[in-house]
């Protein structure tokens, strides 16, 4: 089975700080996504990346920006956290079929 | 734009009791429509649509896909407390080729 590991369950910034949420898989997909998922709103995309040092934006990006250095890895960074970027944040991996297999998410508060 | 709506966003009902949860979607390049359910981690994968009216079952779920009116229903029948959670539709397709997520549907099965 795909694992899809995100490092941290909980999260506690404050606001202006520099945060990486990282995510590891362990089945050489080369697609990795990272969503935000806020109540009512859904799961709603912030960038993809198709290879390694590949990104492209998703539907939200703005106040984001990640890094995927090797493949296995794919890292979310909040340059400067805002309260407005509280929220359950999940990483997922697509494999040769159409399903995604998604980490544990992160669920961060920015205080 | 490419959308999936997913009808109600929460139901409250008793165990016993049988449910449908619906999602309509209108995304360019269709490819497959995909449910998932989450509990308070990751979501995991439930069904995979890509066919009209066959219907896919796994215990007390079933799931079936109507490509000419863009919708599905999922089916759970004698509820129990264990199916409360979100259930998620998405649909795989779009100009980029990857999952559009609905917005959830929260369901409670009280005892």
């Known amino acids: 089975d795909v694992k899809v590991t995100q490092s941290s369950r909980y999260l506690v910034k404050r606001t202006g700080e520099k945060v990486f949420l990282e995510c590891v898989q362990d089945m050489d997909h080369e697609n990795m996504f990272w969503y935000r998922q806020d109540p009512g709103l859904g799961l709603r995309l912030i960038y993809f990346s198709y290879d390694v040092k590949m990104k492209e934006k998703g539907d939200i990006p703005e106040g984001y920006s990640v890094s995927r250095e090797k493949k296995e890895r794919f890292s979310l960074i909040l340059e400067s956290a805002s309260t407005n970027q509280t929220s359950m944040y999940l990483c997922?991996?697509?494999?040769?079929?159409?399903?995604?297999?998604f980490g544990s998410g992160t669920r961060l508060t920015v205080v | 734009e490419d959308k999936v709506v997913q009808s109600p966003l929460s139901l409250v009902v008793h165990e016993g009791d049988t449910v449908t949860l619906n999602c309509s979607y209108e995304?360019?390049?269709?490819?497959?429509l995909l449910w998932y359910k989450q509990e308070k981690k990751a979501p995991t994968f439930l069904f995979m649509l890509?066919?009209?009216?066959i219907e896919k079952k796994s215990g007390r779920l079933s799931s079936i896909l109507d490509k000419k009116e863009l919708f599905s229903i999922l089916n759970i029948t004698a509820t129990q407390t264990g199916d409360s959670a979100i259930y998620l539709c998405?649909?795989?397709?779009?100009?980029?080729?990857?999952?559009?997520f609905g917005t959830g549907t929260l369901l409670a099965v009280q005892p």
């Open positions: 890509t066919s009209s009216g």
């Open positions: 998405a649909v795989y397709g779009g100009a980029t080729n990857k999952l559009i």
């Open positions: 995304v360019t390049n269709f490819r497959s």
């Open positions: 997922a991996t697509k494999g040769v079929n159409y399903g995604y297999t």
